[in-house]
């Protein structure tokens, strides 16, 4: 599977455990993990289980995740990928999470951008979904800008965090 994406702005990699120390600043960040399936991290060996796991998911091509990397700072500044793939059904899940600092500056739909042309023109993928909570208004900013269609609201679909919540689901097909 590849390993690398370029973008305008962007250099999106598979990864590695060299990125722990940046992605702990992140992923420590209450306002980043708020919506996120997990709780802010404490510690940066959570971030290298976190990371393991990818590798192991990716090794299974079940999932890949992405470090973000500005260009022209060289600074991680985030993570995306696939949490998720569906070979039968050729679907994927998608996923992603930028540092505060870059919130609001157009990373996230660019790596996105990426990331969708990278599962409809080499992972043969045809439908690429988003699962979102409603409260997370400029998550849902970045998937309608990229034209996914809202689907519906599954009530109480995941528990994390030691509570259940909503889960918006958007789609992407390749067309």
Same mark, same amino acid.
């Given at each position: 599977m590849i390993e690398q994406i370029y973008t305008k702005r962007l250099y999106l990699r598979k990864m590695k455990?060299?990125?722990?120390?940046?992605? *702990?600043n992140i992923w420590?960040?209450?306002?980043?993990?708020? +919506?996120?399936?997990?709780?802010? *991290?404490?510690? #940066?060996?959570q971030v290298k289980e976190m990371i393991e796991l990818f590798d192991d998911l990716n090794v299974e091509r079940k999932a890949i995740r992405f470090t973000i990397i500005?260009?022209?700072?060289?600074?991680?500044?985030?993570?995306?990928? *696939?949490?998720? +793939?569906?070979?039968?059904?050729?679907?994927? #899940?998608i996923g992603y999470d930028l540092a505060k600092a870059y919130w609001g500056k157009g990373y996230a739909p660019e790596s996105i951008s990426a990331l969708i042309d990278f599962a409809f023109t080499?992972?043969?993928?045809?439908?690429?979904?988003?699962?979102? #909570?409603?409260?997370?208004?400029?998550?849902i900013k970045?998937?309608?800008?990229?034209?996914?269609? *809202?689907?519906?609201? +599954?009530?109480?679909?995941?528990?994390?965090?030691?509570s259940s919540y909503d889960i918006n689901v958007y789609s992407l097909f390749n067309s």
């Open positions: 455990m060299a990125d722990a120390h940046s992605l *702990f420590s960040d209450p306002e980043v993990t708020k +919506f996120m399936n997990i709780t802010n *991290f404490t510690h #940066e060996e500005e260009k022209e700072s060289n600074e991680i500044i985030g993570s995306c990928g *696939f949490n998720s +793939f569906d070979v039968d059904n050729a679907s994927a #899940e080499t992972l043969n993928i045809n439908r690429i979904e988003a699962k979102i #909570e409603p409260g997370n208004i400029n998550s970045v998937v309608e800008k990229l034209n996914f269609t *809202f689907e519906g609201t +599954f009530k109480e679909y995941e528990e994390s965090k030691e």
